[in-house]
T-cell receptor, first 114, second 112 residues
Framework: EAQVTQNPRYLITVTGKKLTVTCSQN?????MSWYRQDPGLGLRQIYY???????DKGDVPEGYKVSRKEKRNFPLILESPSPNQTSLYFC?????????????FGQGTRLTVV | QKEVEQNSGPLSVPEGAIASLNCTYS??????FFWYRQYSGKSPELIMF????GDKEDGRFTAQLNKASQYVSLLIRDSQPSDSATYLC????????????FGKGITLSVRP
């Protein structure tokens, strides 16, 4: 089954404790991205990757890091989480960067930073 | 700032009615337009995409695009309670990033 898998689904952590949210897709997609979704603000892109070893900032990259060492994986790293990073996070992949390619989303990770 | 705007909700319609969801975008160079449905606590899932002016129909769903007016809409005919969800409009404005920019979404409630 074609899918984007995120882990964990739920995470409660304390301020300053480094964490990683994993994302893996089995569709051989080149383009992957991370979004956060907050009430009243919608989905906002954090980082994106157009291929292995190619990553760039989205609209709200502060406080986040990513890496793309393999095509299928695109982890999101929070080196020192803060309460304002409490949010619902989605990983998404696309078959390419052509304008008409749709995005497939992971199940989401609900992160709470206390 | 390139923006995607969705008319404020929530929207409530009776079962069997037509629900009309609207979206405007600021960048005239936008190339592709997507409608996603998101149930509470779930991930967005694609309903339709459109990139040519006019209408595109898929079952009970019709997407309408008017590039001159920078307007895209989604019509849901014969609305069902199972259509109750948040609907997200997304626009690909092209460019090197080829980023999908999302509207804030509109919540639809279909009353039995």
């Amino acid at each position: 089954e074609a899918q984007v898998t995120q882990n964990p689904r739920y995470l409660i952590t304390v301020t300053g404790k480094k964490l990683t949210v994993t994302c893996s897709q089995n569709m051989n997609h080149e383009y992957m991205s991370w979004y956060r979704q907050d009430p009243g603000l919608g989905l906002r892109q954090i980082y994106y990757s157009m291929n292995v070893e190619v990553t760039d900032k989205g609209d709200v990259p502060e406080g986040y890091k990513v890496s793309r060492k393999e095509k299928r994986n695109f982890p999101l790293i929070l080196e020192s989480p803060s309460p304002n990073q409490t949010s619902l996070y989605f990983c998404a992949s696309r078959g390419g960067w052509a304008a008409n390619t749709e995005a497939f989303f992971g199940q989401g990770t609900r992160l709470t930073v206390v | 700032q390139k923006e995607v705007e969705q008319n404020s909700g929530p929207l409530s319609v009776p079962e069997g009615a037509i629900a009309s969801l609207n979206c405007t975008y600021s960048d005239r160079g936008s190339q592709s337009f997507f409608w996603y449905r998101q149930y509470s606590g779930k991930s967005p899932e694609l309903i339709m995409f459109i990139y040519s002016n006019g209408d595109k129909e898929d079952g009970r769903f019709t997407a309408q695009l008017n590039k001159a007016s920078q307007y895209v809409s989604l019509l849901i005919r014969d609305s069902q309670p199972s259509d109750s969800a948040t609907y997200l409009c997304a626009v690909n404005m092209g460019g090197a990033n080829s980023k999908l920019t999302f509207g804030k979404g509109i919540t639809l409630s279909v009353r039995p």
